[in-house]
Structures are given as structure tokens and as C-alpha cells.
């Protein structure tokens, strides 16, 4: 089976960084996806790592080290529509992502 | 912009309905997965299909049956809905590709309550 673990809250102020740490132990490895998923709302994908290493987009970087079975989100500069669950996905083959449980993340003024 | 579409936002059924959940894209994507969420245990993946008339299990199909007539439609039937399948339904689709960065789009949801 499909072992995705995530930190279940994480709270943190406006203008701080917070990382959200993500290990899994899957069965496969196809890439590792992060998504935003704002409350009643659709996930919707923030990044992918394929590769060991970091990969930046403007405030968010996600880092990967495939030996470790290890990810992060990095969040920079927090504002308040950055209060959100962040899931953790990985493709464990051509197609099927498994999820982690998702961390909410509060950001306080 | 891609589109993933659910027919109904919120459904209430009885025990022992049949019930259909519809989803429509239309970014003419190969892929197409229905996930359930639950609170503290993220999204659980149902059936995906990665073709027309093509299905397969995910992780918990148990229950559950799905229809992909046309590529831009996939359906999800629960055949005799019970009350633990109370839950948020989450359609989404992707674009084919075995090793690339093709995220999933998701659809806003059905939330659907069995009494």
C-alpha cells in the first residue's frame, strides 16, 4: 500500500515562511505533486518535483529527495489567502496519485 | 483554462438508491479519476479510466461502478447507496503522459449524504 504522511495543522503569521514536510513510502515513483485546496473549494496544483532538488515559483518552492522518500512545500511571505489545506501527492505509476491526509495551514494577522 | 465539471454541488439520497454522480470536461484529456474525501484521510482514489470504455480500480472501488461511454464524460454509480458512503466526491482529469508533470484538474465537488 500507499504511506503518505503530512503534519495535520500548522499555524503561522503573515509575513513568515512556513515549510510542510511530506515522507512517503509508496510502491512506485512517478513524481510528486503538491495542490492548495481553499475550503469548499477543488484542489488546484501548485507544483511538481520529479527530480531531486528544489524548484522555486515566485513565493512557493517544493524541495525533493527521492532517497529519503522525502518532500516540502516552502511557503514565503505568508498572506492571509494563503490559509489552506496543502496536499501531498505522489504518482506511484502511469497514472494513479495517492494523497496524503493534507495540511491546514492557518495564517494569522 | 481547463474545465471539470460536476453535475450537482450537494445531493441527499436513501439508503439503498441507486445514485449517479456525472462529470464532463472539456479539454478532450485521456485521463479521468473519480476520489472520495474524507476529513483525516485525504482524497482516496475510487476508479480512474485512461481511455474510453477503459476502467480501472483504485483504491477503494467497493461499491461503486463507473461508465466512460465518451471521452469527455465519466461516470460514477454507487448501486446500492449506503450510509458510509456519505462523503465528499471529487472528479478530475489529466492529460496523458507516463513520466511528465500532466497535474490532475479537479472538478468543485459533489457532496453527497446518505440517510
Known amino acids: 500500500g500507499q504511506n503518505i504522511d503530512q503534519p495535520t495543522e500548522m499555524t503561522a503569521t503573515e509575513g513568515a515562511i512556513v515549510q510542510i514536510n511530506c515522507t512517503y513510502q509508496t510502491s512506485g515513483f512517478n513524481g510528486l505533486f503538491w495542490y492548495q485546496q481553499h475550503a469548499g473549494e477543488a484542489p488546484t496544483f501548485l507544483s511538481y518535483n520529479v527530480l531531486d532538488g528544489l524548484e522555486e515559483k515566485g513565493r512557493f518552492s517544493s524541495f525533493l529527495s527521492r532517497s529519503k522518500g522525502y518532500s516540502y512545500l516552502l511557503l514565503k511571505e505568508l498572506q492571509m489567502k494563503d490559509s489552506a489545506s496543502y496536499l501531498c501527492?505522489?504518482?506511484?505509476?502511469?497514472?494513479?496519485?495517492?494523497f496524503g491526509a493534507g495540511t491546514t495551514v492557518t495564517v494569522r494577522a | 483554462d481547463v474545465k471539470v465539471t460536476q453535475s450537482s454541488r450537494y445531493l441527499v439520497k436513501r439508503t439503498g438508491e441507486k445514485v449517479f454522480l456525472e462529470c464532463v470536461q472539456d479539454m478532450d484529456h485521456e485521463n479521468m479519476f473519480w476520489y472520495r474525501q474524507d476529513p483525516g484521510l485525504g482524497l482516496r482514489l475510487i476508479y480512474f479510466?485512461?481511455?474510453?470504455?477503459?476502467?480501472e480500480k483504485g483504491d477503494i472501488p467497493e461499491g461503486y461502478s463507473v461508465s466512460r461511454e465518451k471521452k469527455e464524460r465519466f461516470s460514477l454509480i454507487l448501486e446500492s447507496a449506503s450510509t458510509n458512503q456519505t462523503s465528499m466526491y471529487l472528479c478530475a482529469s489529466s492529460l496523458r503522459g507516463q513520466a511528465d508533470n500532466s497535474p490532475l484538474h479537479f472538478g468543485n465537488g459533489t457532496r453527497l449524504t446518505v440517510t
Open positions: 479510466s485512461y481511455d474510453v470504455k477503459m476502467k
Open positions: 501527492a505522489v504518482r506511484d505509476g502511469d497514472y494513479k496519485l495517492s
